[in-house]
């Protein structure tokens, strides 16, 4: 019938270790608690479970450039998950403190408000910026920078569910031909939403999960679920609007205290 989710028993929590129950406040789905909870006790519990947690959690790399994974780089997602500003903050993190010649490309010419944005960042950092209305026009403005370090492509926000526009981002990313590929995710979404996201935007090899708005949320849980369903690593998260602030590298231990609710974000 409509409206109904699942008919699986619900799991006791008694079945799942005292350690372990602080997730499902978090909202991390029972049957990943429970899991946890099994694989944590074969581990005979030799370590506080946090720290446990934390290195279940797969990351992208230990700093900023091994996080972004190459010199060209590729961010995807659905819309109003704040792509864009996400992208200025590491155009930021790399070109002030890492020193890197950065170029930005922007295809997201749908929204002419996001062009503009990214524009003024561009201005502002002092880092030239590139807009293309079409796959083919990648390559020549990769031609034009060619002593670049580092290239950051913003595509439009799609909705996953348009298959035309699908379309167009599986030539852009044959064009681009990315050394990585983050999927932008807002952490304050539904799981089941997330889920749908994650396996449609599979049309394209996906390098790693960037979550956003943590600051926008108090429950973590999804997150857990989304990377236990999926053998991808975190790469950032973004925790507020201010550039370049206000994004950090993924660290396992990191997200383990917000599922825990050990630390929460600062100023929330």
Do not use: C
């Not at 797969?58 to 704040?82: C, I």
Request: aromatic residues 6%; proline residues 5%; hydrophobic residues 40%.
């Amino acid at each position: 019938d409509e409206g109904v989710v699942s008919s699986a028993p619900l799991i006791p929590v008694e079945d799942i270790d005292p350690e372990v129950v602080p997730l499902l406040r978090g909202d991390v789905d029972r049957q990943t608690a429970l899991e946890v909870s099994e694989e944590y006790r074969k581990m005979g519990k030799a370590m506080p479970f946090r720290d446990w947690l934390a290195n279940q959690i797969p990351v992208m790399g230990s700093n900023s450039s091994e996080s972004l994974g190459g010199k060209r780089v590729l961010f995807v997602g659905p819309t109003g998950v704040g792509k864009t500003t996400t992208i200025a903050k590491l155009a930021a993190m790399q070109s002030l403190w890492e020193g890197k010649r950065v170029v930005l490309i922007t295809a997201d010419t749908y929204r002419i408000a996001a062009v503009e944005q990214l524009r003024t960042y561009a201005k502002i950092l002092g880092i030239p910026i590139e807009i293309i209305f079409s796959h083919e026009e990648v390559k020549t403005a990769m031609k034009k920078h060619s002593e670049a370090d580092l290239f950051l492509l913003d595509t439009a926000g799609r909705s996953h569910q348009d298959g035309k526009r699908m379309d167009e981002l599986r030539e852009l990313y044959e064009a681009f031909s990315p050394d990585a590929v983050h999927l932008v995710l807002a952490s304050n979404i539904k799981y089941r939403d997330m889920l749908d996201v994650v396996d449609r935007m599979g049309i394209i090899p996906l390098s790693a999960l960037l979550f956003t708005k943590l600051d926008e949320t108090s429950t973590y849980g999804p997150i857990l679920n989304i990377l236990r369903d999926f053998d991808l690593p975190v790469s950032f998260f973004t925790v507020g609007q201010n550039v370049p602030n206000d994004i950090e590298v993924a660290r396992g231990d990191r997200l383990a205290d917000f599922l825990l609710g050990v630390k929460p974000i600062e100023g929330r």
